[in-house]
């Protein structure tokens, strides 16, 4: 099952993978100053410019590059080639006024074909499979990218496209399809039209999923394997950095890893921006190593992550970075730690009884932030005794502190009334004075 599509990347030594980053790095940093307006002023406002950088660590000095500054940028700002050179544009799938603009040379329409090759592979696509697209083909870089990869490694592709569920499934069956590309909903949506439909799943030949564009997690990989009867793994990309083709899962199912010798992974504080250590939960930041048309230097996603540099059993040397747990978008301060609910979510989760439902209040108390968290519980586990009742609230209390390094005070509440208040009220209730 585990193949490699190019194992001399895949599998380079990390002193010679880092040699290639800090060669590619400075290609890059060179190509960006000299070709966008906007890299130059940023920079040489903050007191960089390019020959300055002596190492790879460096890099941490160079400013951040956000969403808003290819909006500002919109059309072409950001684009380091005449459009004589550009043979493809995406846009990002944001409903936005001004969305960004990403451009595509031939070359990198090469590369982006190359690292979809192997986040196919790493899933188990290979040469003699069938594979239906059902990501929109559209100006999103969604199908396109992965379209290209399976057409690379020699499948056959199918370009399905959104929507007509029954015609997915019914396309699914007469072709044989054996590897289905879609975000996680849909493919449950597929199972649930099924159902509807009385349409045997059985029938399908499938064997594998690759499931991006969305946060999802383990419990949507066991539905999707278990009634679509495949293996189903994440793949991760952002559309102004790549799109697909950024990180993906192998057979292992323990992390994405990073096609570093492309792209230069960070992980930051998101408040203070600072590099956080390897394991450490932040922000995933990139850059690019090898565009042309548009290249992106320290990228803030707004996804939270954390790194692994262990050894991966399928013989990968790429870094790799867990699920996205959450954006920073989400981010509280209190008592000056960054809080993001995503923690709290993952805290009821393993504590059995309750329901990964909850609402955050904020209050002060004599300047001090205080930290309130309603927790739904369900019914059937609900203590019968007002002692077993503050036993369960301490180990809540307990496990959140452990997790949060801040004290939050547990509130019980019944199930029913919850998802009310966060209608009402949202999920963040934040009294405290701002002014
Ligand atoms: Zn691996």
């Not at 799938?93 to 979809?116: H, I, K, Q, Y």
């Not at 499938?206 to 383990?218: F, I, K, Q, Y």
């Not at 509280?332 to 989760?349: C, H, S, T, W, Y």
Request: net charge negative.
């Amino acid at each position: 099952m585990n193949q490699i599509w190019n194992p001399e990347y895949e599998t380079m030594g990390r002193d010679q993978l880092r040699e290639l980053q800090w060669k590619r790095l400075q290609m890059t940093l060179r190509w960006a100053y000299a070709n966008v307006p906007f890299y130059r002023t940023r920079w040489e406002a903050a007191g960089f410019a390019p020959p300055d950088l002596r190492s790879l660590e460096g890099v941490s000095r160079i400013p951040f590059t956000h969403k808003d500054d290819f909006r500002a940028a919109y059309p072409y700002g950001m684009f380091a080639v005449p459009l004589e050179r550009v043979v493809r544009v995406h846009t990002s799938s944001g409903s936005a006024a001004s969305p960004t603009v990403m451009g595509f040379t031939r070359g990198d329409l090469n590369t982006w074909a190359e690292l979809c090759a192997r986040v196919a592979t790493a899933g188990g696509a290979r040469s003699h499979d069938v594979a239906q697209i059902t990501l929109g083909y559209g100006l999103p870089t969604g199908a396109f990218g992965l379209h290209a990869g399976l057409e690379r490694l020699g499948a056959t592709v199918i370009p399905a496209s959104t929507g007509a569920s029954k015609r997915q499934l019914l396309i699914m069956r007469d072709y044989s399809v054996s590897v289905l590309v879609a975000s996680p909903s849909y493919a449950l949506h597929l199972v649930d039209t099924a159902d509807e439909l009385g349409f045997d799943l059985s029938q399908l030949t499938l064997r594998t999923a690759l499931l991006g564009a969305e946060r999802w997690g383990e419990g949507t990989r066991g539905r999707v394997e278990g009634r679509l009867g495949l293996s189903a793994v994440d793949n991760y990309g952002v559309s102004e950095v790549l799109g697909p083709g950024l990180s993906f899962e192998c057979p292992m199912k323990q992390g994405l890893h990073v096609n570093e010798d492309h792209f230069l992974v960070e992980v930051v504080d998101p408040g203070s921006g600072e590099v956080l250590p390897v394991g450490e939960e932040g922000e995933l930041v990139f850059t690019s190593l090898t565009k042309e048309a548009v290249p992106v230097v320290r990228y803030r996603t707004g996804d939270l992550a954390r790194l692994s540099a262990k050894a991966c059993a399928c013989g990968r040397t790429l870094v790799r970075h867990s699920r996205v747990t959450g954006r920073t978008d989400g981010m509280l301060k209190v008592r000056g730690v960054n809080i993001f609910p995503a923690q709290i979510e993952r805290v009821l989760e393993e504590v059995e009884g309750t329901h990964p439902q909850f609402q955050i209040i904020l209050d002060e108390k004599a300047s001090l932030d205080q930290m309130e968290v309603r927790v739904a519980v369900k019914a059937e586990f609900f203590p019968d005794s007002m002692r077993s009742l503050l036993d369960f609230r301490r180990r809540l209390e307990g496990r959140l502190q452990e997790e949060l390094g801040v004290r939050a005070t547990v509130m019980l509440v019944e199930p029913a009334s919850l998802p009310e208040d966060i209608a009402a009220q949202g999920q963040v209730v934040d009294r405290r004075d701002k002014s």
